[in-house]
Structure formats: C-alpha cells, structure tokens
C-alpha cells in the first residue's frame, strides 16, 4: 500500500512512448510523400543539406517532431496518469506506420511501379 | 591492412557505433526482461537498475551516433555523383550499383530500406532509456510498462538489424573507399 502511494504517475512515460511513435510515423510519411513524387515541390524542400540529398531533411524533420511532441506531451502529462494500455498500443502501432512508410516495396506498390 | 579516411569513418559507423548496439541488445533487454520483484531481492533491484540505467543510455547515445555518421559522414560519399566521363566507378558506390542490372537493387531496396528505417532505432532507444529511467525500481511493478519498453526496443533492435545487414551487404558489393 505505501509502495503504491509512492508509485510514480505513468504521465511522462505515456509521452516519452507516444512521441517515440510520432516520431517513427513521421519518418515513415515523410519517407513515403518523398517518394511517391521524388520532383515535387516538398521533396525538394527536404534538401537541406545537397551532399545528403532528400535524406538530409527527411531524417531531421522525424527526429524535430519526435523531440517536440515529446516535449509537447510530457508538458502536459507530467502530472497525470493516462490510460497507458491505449496509448501505448497507439505508440507501438505508430512504430509499425514508421516501418511500413520507409519500405520501399511499399512505396513501389502505391506507385503503381 | 591500411584504411583511408572513408573506410575508417565506415567501420566507426557500422562496426563500432553499430555493433555496440546490435551485441549489447541481448543483455539490456533481458536485464529489462528479469526486472521482476518476485526475482530481486531490493538490493539487487536497486543494483540492476542502476547499472540497466547506464547500459541503456549508452546503447541508445551509440545507436544515434551510427545514424549521423552513418547519414551525414559516409552517405555522402557514398551517393556522391561520378563526374561526367568517369569509366572507374569504384569510388562511386551508388553508381556502380546502379549501373549493373545484378547490383541495382542493393541500391534501390536495401540502401533505400536501410537509410530510412535506420532512423527508427534511435528515436525507440531513446524513448526505452528514458522510460527506464523514470520508473527506477518501480518498474519491476509495472507490467505493462516494461511490456511496452521491451516492445520498443525489440524494435529498435530490428530497424538496427535491417541497417546493418544491408549495410554489410552493400559495403561487399561496392564498398565507400
């Protein structure tokens, strides 16, 4: 019972799982948008540094929205108890978003190439 | 046995930063695993998690190392384009993969793959060594927590596993030099 009063609100660890989620997902469509037309005006955009290429920016934008969404979460989390079961089934299922965009057979298939 | 410059920044990479991570995944994510108050004694909890705590943080600041040498330092030598009339592909990966019917594809599936997926890892890991850290000992109570943590870094392991192979593979067929 004292354990349980001492135990630690599951806030900042639903955040730090949700945004690693994010994070991933963001990846993966960021990937994905990019390669569905690799000439468009936002795959250009991801050329932030020219010996890199497309890489550059795709990456840097995953790991930006990653760290901001973390520290967006944990901000307003820190103090709680979230329904972790949930969000952390919508963090793992994320991840797979993050997997599935960077495989490129799949962006071949919605190519149509 | 001499390495250039490129060669050693390659091996840093891959057979460093990226072998740390790959052969220490085991014992971190059993450690995690066995983090079970029916299995410690408080002592030895106290003493797993701490020493869980470090192991985790380093594995995940060698997995982000891996990526930006991997994408920032060799990529760029790897995809850089051959100057016009260059018949010697050798110190032109990307190219001399693509040239050949045999070998594109070691470009365009798995350098793809593993550019791109490599990411992952390190933003999992990091979210695993954080999540840690925060429970403590208090993980050992929380079941679906450590679940989720264990999930995570599986993860991360299979993204970095995806990278490396690939990255093993495409160094035999058109090594950066």
Known sequence: MASEMNDK??????????????GSA????????YELD????????MTWYKPVGGLSGKSSWAIIIFFVSWAILHFIWKDRNTNFAHISSLAIALLFVGLIGTFPPFWHLLKGS | MEMNVREIWTVVHGMVFGLIFLLGFSGALYAVYSL???????????????IIKVYLWGLAISVWAAVFTGAWVV??????????????????PRSLLLVNESTAQWHEFGMEWKE?????????ATVVAFVVSYYGTQLARK???????????????????????FGAFITKAAAVR
């Open chain 1, 9 to 22: 609100v599951n806030g900042p660890a639903a955040a730090a799982l949700l945004a690693g989620g994010i």
């Open chain 2, 36 to 50: 079970k108050a029916e299995w410690l004694t408080t002592e030895g909890m106290t003493r797993t998690v701490n």
């Open chain 1, 38 to 45: 690799d000439k468009s005006g936002f795959s250009k955009s």
């Open chain 2, 75 to 92: 990529y760029p030598w790897y995809r850089a384009t051959p100057p016009d009339g260059t018949t010697d592909l050798s110190a032109f």
């Open chain 2, 116 to 124: 791109h997926v490599a990411f992952l890892a390190p933003i999992a």
């Open chain 1, 26 to 33: 963001a990846m993966g469509v960021i990937t994905l948008i």
């Open chain 2, 143 to 165: 079941i679906g927590e450590r679940r989720a943590v264990m999930i995570f870094f599986i993860f991360a392991f299979v993204a970095m596993a995806i990278a490396g192979m």
